[in-house]
Every structure is written in C-alpha cells, then in structure tokens.
Nanobody, 128 residues
Framework: QVQLVESGGGLVQAGGSLRLSCAAS????????MGWFRQAPGKEREFVAA????????DYSVSVKGRFTISKDNAKNTVFLQMNSLKPEDTAVYYC?????????????????????WGQGTQVTVSS
C-alpha cells in the first residue's frame, strides 16, 4: 500500500523560506503525477503546485507562482516544494498527493479529486 509522509514544515518569519519533502513508499512513484495542496483553518483545501509523471511539466496557483518550486526525484521517491518569500497568508497545513498512472507522462493535475493517495499533512506557519 502506498503511503506518503510529508516533512519540513515549521514556523518561519515573513520573507523566509522552507523546503517541504514528501517521501513515497511503494513502487509506483516514478509512474505517478504528484501535487501539493494546502488548507487553512476554516477554508477549503486549495491547489498549490503540481508536477507531471515525468517531472518535465509543472503548474502553480497564481498565489504562489514565482515563489514556490515543485520538483520530483524519482530516484529518491520524493517530491519537494521549495517555498521562498513566504507570506503570512501562506500559513496552512500542506498536503502532498499522488496519482499513479494517468493519461500521459507530461500531464499534471490540479484538482483534489484527481488524486488517489494523500499524506497526513505538515503545518507551515508564517509570522508577520
């Protein structure tokens, strides 16, 4: 059974950086598109970033584009989210998600219902 374990969250001042990691168990990682989502208290889960199965294509929400970078390391079964220039509004629980298979190696997915496996989440808090 595939499991995802996020790490790297914490408390940081506005303008700082954090790097989130999501380690996947199982043998489907290289054949999976991956995504990062976040959920703030009282709000719905929202899309943050996505990467295709091959790692060649990525997409970002408007709110994080230019500040966050998603990357996928198939050799390490890990997906990363580098977060720079953090803002208080980035405060949320961050979740990684996995979608094994898919239509093509270059497709990424931006909706939560397109993903099959979810991690437990890691808290990111940005102070002003």
């Amino acid at each position: 059974q595939v499991q995802l374990v996020e790490s790297g969250g914490g408390l940081v001042q506005a303008g700082g950086s954090l790097r989130l990691s999501c380690a996947a168990s199982g043998r489907t990682f290289s054949n999976s598109a991956m995504g990062w989502f976040r959920q703030a208290p009282g709000k719905e889960r929202e899309f943050v970033a996505a990467v295709s199965r091959s790692g060649s294509n990525t997409d970002y929400s408007v709110s994080v584009k230019g500040r966050f970078t998603i990357s996928k390391d198939n050799a390490k079964n890990t997906v990363f989210l580098q977060m720079n220039s953090l803002k208080p509004e980035d405060t949320a629980v961050y979740y990684c998600a996995q979608r094994p298979g898919g239509y093509s190696a270059s497709t990424y997915y931006t909706r939560p219902n397109q993903y099959d496996v979810w991690g437990q989440g890691t808290q990111v808090t940005v102070s002003s």
